[in-house]
């Protein structure tokens, strides 16, 4: 079987991360936007990295703040905190990202990171052309339903393709398990930041790179 498209998680795959820390202060800076100045370290955290509905009306209600509206706060100073990064040269595209280049096959991403976030990376990279699709979230409470280890956002970008078939690049659990609820192989990058990563799923590739991607009989590749 030879792959009708290549799909990608974004932050840790294609872009650097950038480092929680960044991403605990916009969340503090969220919770100060809404007349919280001091909140709890452990809450910051829980609120930072891998929310769910669940999680966020817990910690929200404990504040007597509004679910929604501090979810729009935390997207909003999330997005222009990681743009900062960018700008600033601490996070940038990885070394061997070229390498998607050489893909013979429609391209797409699929990230838990906000739509306006992956879009302003792409455009700032000068990379977009390369993407057919690119999905992030929306800023509301739904999308973190919607998000990994949930398939919905890969099935729209196999629907946006026209494809049925897909090869799923990502660097947690999380994207080996939404690439198996959406019924498509994965392949797992262990990036630096994932050296000592475990998995419960056993991905169809493990790679140390995108170059690696271009060894694979299954992807098409320019000139073979």
């Known amino acids: 079987m030879t ?27 969220a919770f100060d936007a ?38 729009r706060a935390r997207d909003y100073h999330s997005s222009h905190a990681q743009r900062a990064e960018l700008r600033a040269g601490r996070a940038a595209l990885y070394d061997d990202f070229d390498a998607i280049r050489d893909i013979d096959a429609p391209r797409g991403i699929v990230s838990s990171n906000q ?3 992956v879009e302003f990376m792409h455009d700032f990279f000068a990379t977009r052309d390369l993407f057919q699709t690119a999905y992030g979230r929306t800023p509301t409470i739904q ?20 494809v049925d078939s897909a090869l799923f690049v990502g660097d947690s659990e999380s994207d080996l398990l939404a690439a198996r609820n959406a019924g498509l192989d994965a392949a797992f990058v262990r990036r630096p930041h994932r050296e000592s990563y475990t998995l419960s799923v056993t991905p169809t590739y493990e790679l140390d790179g995108l170059t690696d991607l271009l060894s694979l009989d299954d992807v098409p590749v320019r000139g073979r």
């Open 34 to 71: 809404l007349g919280v100045p001091d909140p709890a370290s452990d809450d910051v955290e829980r609120l930072s990295i891998g929310v769910t509905p669940d999680v966020l009306a817990e910690v929200c209600g404990a504040y007597g703040i509004d679910p929604e509206r501090f979810w």
């Open 143 to 162: 999308s973190l339903e919607r998000k990994k280890p949930e398939p919905y956002y890969l099935r729209r970008a196999l629907t946006d393709l026209d």
């Open 3 to 29: 792959y009708e498209a290549v799909l990608f998680d974004n932050d840790g795959v294609l872009v650097e991360p950038v480092g929680r820390a960044v991403l605990e202060r916009a969340t503090w800076e």
């Open 115 to 117: 739509q306006d976030t």
